[in-house]
């Protein structure tokens, strides 16, 4: 399967910083990278889809300029957390779409997640 | 929007035994993903699937479309298959997947 990498995997910030989280599609380049929140004991929520060479589409309640998503080339998404502040603690997971292949349809593969503490 | 339900929440068994998770969707999809994750977070893509079953070593997945339902079981299970379950279908609309709560598995030897 393809690889996928978050940088870092684990930040530690004080309030009011601004972080970045690098995605990165390691076997084949991505058009689409979607980014995800998840906080503890909860499942995952789709925070935004990222498209290559286009502005990133967000999801209802995700404030766009608070979550600066960056698609920068075919194999790098970046996902900045402006200003964060303790609620924005969470695990920050991507994930990468690779179309049609063996089965016809999308596949998507996931990175490992960046735990953000905002302190 | 999709309402994903998995059952059961939490579920607890002892190594050697069958285990299965269910999962029910209320809309129409194109596919379905089961993934596992582990405590620190990480996720795998198990299976996905848009009809029948696959298999998977010890994994089986199950889909009925018409019923709109999926089940995950594993054979002879193992404390290191101890992880969160999270069935998520994927909408026909596009890519964009829906989270199932997740079902916590936990194998005591």
């Known amino acids: 399967g393809a690889v996928v990498s978050q940088h870092p995997s684990r930040v530690i910030c004080k309030s009011g910083t601004s972080v970045k989280i690098e995605c990165r599609s390691l076997d084949f380049q991505a058009t689409t990278m979607f980014w995800y929140r998840q906080f503890p004991k909860q499942s995952l929520m789709l925070m935004a889809t990222s498209n290559e060479g286009s502005k990133a589409t967000y999801e209802q309640g995700v404030e766009k300029d608070k979550f600066l998503i960056n698609h920068a080339s075919l194999t790098l998404s970046t996902l900045t957390v402006t200003s964060a502040h303790p609620e924005d603690s969470s695990f920050y997971i991507c994930?990468?779409?690779?179309?049609?292949?063996?089965?016809?349809?999308?596949?998507?593969?996931f990175g490992p997640g960046t735990r953000l503490t905002v302190l | 929007k999709n309402e994903v339900e998995q059952s059961p929440q939490n579920l607890t068994a002892q190594e050697g035994e069958f285990i299965t998770i269910n999962c029910s969707y209320s809309v129409g999809i194109s596919a379905l993903h089961w993934l596992q994750q582990h405590p620190g977070g990480g996720i795998v893509s198990l299976f996905m699937?848009?009809?029948g079953k696959k298999k998977h070593g010890r994994l089986i997945a199950t889909i009925n479309i018409q019923e709109k339902h999926s089940s995950l079981h594993i054979t002879a299970s193992h404390p290191r298959d101890s992880a969160v379950y999270i069935c998520?279908?994927?909408?026909?609309?596009?890519?964009?997947?829906?989270f199932g709560e997740g079902t916590q598995l936990t194998v005591n030897p």
């Open positions: 699937l848009s009809s």
């Open positions: 994930s990468v779409l690779r179309f049609g292949l063996r089965y016809s349809y999308n596949e998507q593969f």
């Open positions: 998520a279908p994927e909408e026909t609309s596009g890519s964009r997947l829906t």
